[in-house]
C-alpha cells in the first residue's frame, strides 16, 4: 500500500521509454519534465515496463546487450540498479511483469490477512528462448526456460490476474507464431504451451486486455488481431479468433 495518495498520482503519472542512444528516459507527465536514466546498457534498450504498482516504482529494461536491467526508485531522485548479465544471448526484446498477487490466492487467502506479493517478470530474446525471472533474496534468478518457438521472440505478455489460479503467458516470435502458456501449478514449475495461431508474417508485438481474456496480436502483415482466450480450470484452453483491424501508412 501506499503512504499516501500523492504518491499514488505521481507513480500513475509517470511515463518511460526506450531507445538506440543506451538510455531510459521517463517523464513526470503533469508538468512532462523529461528525466535521462543511464542503465548501463552497452547496446541498445528494447524493451521497458513498469512493475506492480504494489511494488513501489520498479522498472525492468531489456537490451540488445543480452542484460535486462531492474531499475528501483529508493527516495529523492535515487534509483537502484539491478543487472542481470547475459539474460538472453544475442540480445533480449522484451519484458513483461507478472501480477503482483500469487496465483490461487484469490481462493486460497485466509479472510483478513495480507496477500503475499511475489516479483516475477517474463522475457524473450534473440536465443528463441521465453525466461522467467523471480527475485529471491534481494537478487534475482532465471525460474523458468521454455522453449517453442524456432525464431527470435519478439514480444511477451504476462496476462493479468485477480488471483485465479491459472497464470498465463503469451509469446510471439519472428517465426510467425503466438503461444498461449499456462501454468497451473502454486508453485510454478510446470508451464504447458499451446499454439494459438500460426501467421503469415513475423510477429512483433502481443498486449492482454486488463481482464486477461483478450489478447491483442501486431505484425509484418499490417493487421492487428483480436484473439480471445479462454482458460477453463484444467479443461482444455479455448481459443477463436476475433476481428482484424488492417493498418496502412
Not at 120 to 136: A, M, P, Q, T
Not at 141 to 160: C, Y
Request: hydrophobic share 40%.
Amino acid at each position: 500500500a501506499f503512504k499516501d495518495e500523492g504518491y499514488l498520482f505521481f507513480f500513475l503519472l509517470l511515463l518511460s521509454f526506450c531507445c538506440v542512444t543506451r538510455f531510459v528516459f521517463y517523464f513526470i507527465c503533469m508538468n512532462y519534465v523529461g528525466l535521462v536514466f543511464n542503465c548501463s546498457c552497452v547496446s541498445t534498450v528494447n524493451s521497458v515496463c513498469w512493475g506492480p504498482y504494489d511494488f513501489g516504482l520498479i522498472l525492468a529494461c531489456g537490451s540488445s546487450d543480452g542484460a535486462i536491467s531492474l531499475l528501483t526508485f529508493t527516495g529523492d531522485q535515487q534509483w537502484d540498479v539491478k543487472k542481470i548479465s547475459n539474460a538472453h544471448t544475442i540480445g533480449c526484446n522484451a519484458v513483461s511483469w507478472a501480477p503482483a498477487v500469487v496465483p490461487g490466492s484469490l481462493i486460497d487467502q485466509p479472510s483478513g490477512q495480507k496477500p503475499n506479493y511475489v516479483k516475477r517478470f517474463v522475457s524473450g530474446g534473440c536465443d528463441n528462448l521465453v525466461k522467467l525471472w523471480k527475485e529471491e533474496d534481494g537478487q534475482w534468478k532465471e525460474d523458468q526456460k521454455l522453449e517453442a518457438h524456432s525464431d527470435w521472440v519478439r514480444d511477451v505478455g504476462w496476462a493479468p490476474s485477480i488471483g485465479l489460479p491459472t497464470s498465463t503467458i503469451a509469446s510471439c516470435s519472428q517465426d510467425g507464431r503466438v503461444f498461449i502458456w499456462t501454468c497451473d501449478d502454486p508453485a510454478g514449475n510446470t508451464w504447458t504451451a499451446k499454439l494459438l495461431h500460426k501467421f503469415n508474417d513475423v510477429v512483433w508485438h502481443v498486449s492482454w486486455s486488463i481482464t486477461g481474456n483478450i489478447l491483442a496480436v501486431s505484425g509484418g502483415d499490417n493487421k492487428v488481431q483480436y484473439l480471445s482466450v479462454f482458460v477453463i480450470g484444467h479443461l482444455p484452453t479455448i481459443y477463436r479468433l476475433n476481428n482484424q483491424l488492417h493498418v496502412t501508412d
